[in-house]
């Protein structure tokens, strides 16, 4: 079971999600990526049997609104976030992020490092690697993005409509303009977040998919390097969304760590 | 009516693999580029645009594109230079800048102004968002392209009409000392022209501040709507469109016989069309580039992409005039009456259109076409 509520965050309507049982010792705040916002999917259900679960839609992704003036680049995100832990009181935050989630989920730690109790990140994209290059997302047909986030691209069949309508396709674009707004230049990177990673002091989980088609595996290696107590660990049979691909595989990893 | 020869400068040679690629943009490789042969196509092409002075035109139009076969001219200005001096009564066009895609506009500033003043009050100074693709090409944001070219805009008039240094702010470019030397002839600046695409946003602004709208590869019906949409935008602020603000290109290809025109046409608009214009639609529509409500309405246009087209279907849908110097004359003076035009761009060499092809088709239009247009007032203009 899970709630859906809308909240403000500083004049911005926020949709949020919501379930699990609410403990004094802490939730779980998931922080979702370009895609997969507004959704409670079997991924939360799992995390939700052991813990208190927030899944919130960024401003301009899923059912939470559009604020161009206010969130113009990661750093404002940032602040954004800042303001929604705050208001809702939370301590002790087990923080899960995904991809453009966990680039959030990083730089939301190295702000403010003393906020959060574990770091869990799947698959983030957030440092500059050139020798290394992500794919680019914002070239891709939508059969290339499939191809690149799934290891078994008929899983997305269970996600996207087989004949999507005018509305759906509109509200991917309308999710890519957010998307562009953050990560378009330097592409899904902020360079200064390598050098600042030694600020992030609790421990620190890198989940990654063994084909990861999207964001090469260095990346996971470089964060696991520059973290102070970091481990990297591999989800076998899985791309750039182990979550939706394995679900039970990845909930386990993550409450094995976060307890 | 005012005549403009509009070029695009293409580099028609194309691998026998050329299939074989997605688009002929941003990731087609430059190899397929040879510089001797560009070395004479570039000769070729600005011989035509010279030769466009001699034959009466009023003007001659550069633009810029980037990273592709479709045109060689990544600087309109560079070629507008190549121009000034060897031509002395035409208007030299750009048409345009990519406003947004400069980190500093100054620059198109002070080279617009430069060749004002070289050419002696000549130039017509175009300002476009350049295509989607080029986002790509220069890692422009596109989500910011609307507010750069706005910004950029309102920076470079300032510049053009202050005579003493001011700061500048605002989102995207802060210039403490503004103070561009030289200043431009014309005043208060030259003439502006925006051609493209024409969205709700884009018509009124141009309405707004009186500015020349081009309509650019769209059937007639469109063209038609964005123009009277033109007309309604320069009522609502309060004036009638002067019909030199209507402008539209078209590409147009006369021959002694219909079935003549029509043979060669095929074969350089479809290259056009299909090699030129062969775009991936993810580099063509990037996000933000159109806002959601501009892109739904291009959703349910029924505008396919451009390599779907068969020729029927362009000439059909009035994309490309092409046929006998009488047919020609004909078709253009109904379009005259329909669409109200008093600028008419013409594409006269297009794809892969061979130099003596265009100098013959330039010709006919000069002789067989501008004296009957010229002067002419349409029957039926307006909305």
Not at chain 1, 70 to 86: N, T
């Amino acid at each position: 079971m899970h709630e859906s509520s809308r909240i403000d965050v500083g004049g911005v309507g926020v949709h949020l999600l919501r379930g699990g049982p609410r403990r004094d010792d802490g939730a779980i705040l998931f922080l979702h990526g370009a895609g997969g916002a507004g959704v409670w999917m079997p991924f939360h259900g799992l995390l939700a049997e052991r813990r208190d679960v927030l899944a919130p839609d960024h401003p301009g992704f899923g059912g939470s609104d559009d604020a161009e003036d206010v969130i113009e680049a990661m750093d404002d995100l940032v602040y954004h976030y800042l303001a929604l832990i705050e208001q809702l009181g939370l301590t002790n935050v087990d923080l899960v992020g995904s991809s453009l989630g966990g680039w959030l989920a990083a730089e939301l730690a190295v702000h403010h490092p003393e906020l959060f109790r574990t770091l869990t990140l799947l698959a983030p994209v957030g440092l500059e690697l050139p020798e290394h290059p992500i794919q680019d997302l914002f070239g891709m047909s939508p059969d290339e993005t499939v191809a690149a986030v799934f290891h078994d691209p008929s899983i997305a069949a269970q996600i996207f409509p087989a004949e999507p309508d005018l509305d759906f396709i509109m509200g991917l674009y309308r999710e890519k303009i957010s998307f562009a707004r953050l990560a378009w230049s330097p592409y899904c990177a902020n360079p200064k977040l390598e050098r600042r990673l030694h600020r992030i002091s609790c421990p620190t989980l890198v989940l990654w998919g063994e084909h990861d088609h999207l964001v090469p595996i260095q990346h996971g290696e470089r964060y696991v390097e520059r973290l102070p107590d970091a481990r990297l660990q591999v989800l076998p049979g899985v791309s750039h969304a182990p979550f939706i691909e394995e679900p039970a595989a990845t909930a386990k990893a993550i409450l094995d760590f976060v307890g | 009516m005012d005549f403009f020869m509009f070029h695009l400068m293409p580099y028609p040679h194309v691998p026998a693999n050329f299939d074989e690629y997605e688009t002929s943009w941003l990731t087609y490789p430059n190899k397929h580029f040879d510089p001797n042969k560009g070395h004479l196509l570039y000769h070729q092409y600005l011989d035509q645009l010279e030769y466009a002075e001699e034959l009466g035109f009023d003007g001659i139009c550069v633009n810029e594109h980037h990273q592709t076969t479709y045109g060689m001219m990544p600087s309109p200005n560079v070629m507008a230079g190549l121009l000034a001096r060897r031509t002395s009564k035409v208007k030299i066009a750009m048409i345009g800048n990519a406003l947004p895609l400069r980190d500093h506009p100054l620059r198109v500033a002070e080279e617009v102004a430069i060749l004002d003043v070289v050419t002696g009050g000549r130039v017509v100074s175009g300002f476009v968002r350049g295509i989607g693709v080029e986002y790509f090409t220069f890692a422009s944001n596109p989500a910011h392209s609307r507010d750069r070219f706005n910004e950029a805009h309102d920076l470079i008039i300032k510049s053009w009409t202050s005579d003493e240094p001011f700061a500048w702010t605002s989102k995207h470019y802060r210039f403490p000392y503004v103070n561009i030397w030289p200043r431009p002839l014309q005043q208060p600046h030259p003439p502006i022209w925006v051609p493209g695409y024409g969205s709700t946003e884009t018509l009124d602004w141009v309405a707004k501040h009186r500015y020349t709208f081009m309509s650019v590869y769209a059937p007639t019906a469109l063209t038609k709507r964005w123009l009277d949409m033109l007309r309604e935008a320069a009522g609502r602020h309060g004036y009638e469109a002067d019909p030199k603000q209507i402008g539209s290109l078209l590409p147009i290809y006369m021959a002694e016989t219909e079935q003549e025109a029509h043979e060669h046409a095929e074969q350089h608009l479809m290259w056009l069309f299909h090699v030129g214009l062969k775009h991936k639609l993810e580099y063509l529509f990037p996000p933000g580039y159109m806002s959601v409500g501009s892109m739904r309405g291009m959703m349910t246009a029924g505008i396919k992409p451009f390599g779907l087209y068969t020729y029927k279907e362009l000439i059909d849908e009035g994309y490309a005039i092409v046929g006998t110097p009488d047919q020609v004359r004909e078709k253009l003076t109904e379009l005259h009456d329909l669409l109200g035009f008093g600028t008419m761009a013409t594409l006269l060499q297009f794809g892969d259109m061979p130099h003596d092809r265009a100098i013959r088709n330039m010709e006919l239009f000069a002789s067989e076409i501008m004296p009957a247009l010229r002067g002419r007032v349409p029957a039926v203009a307006g909305a």
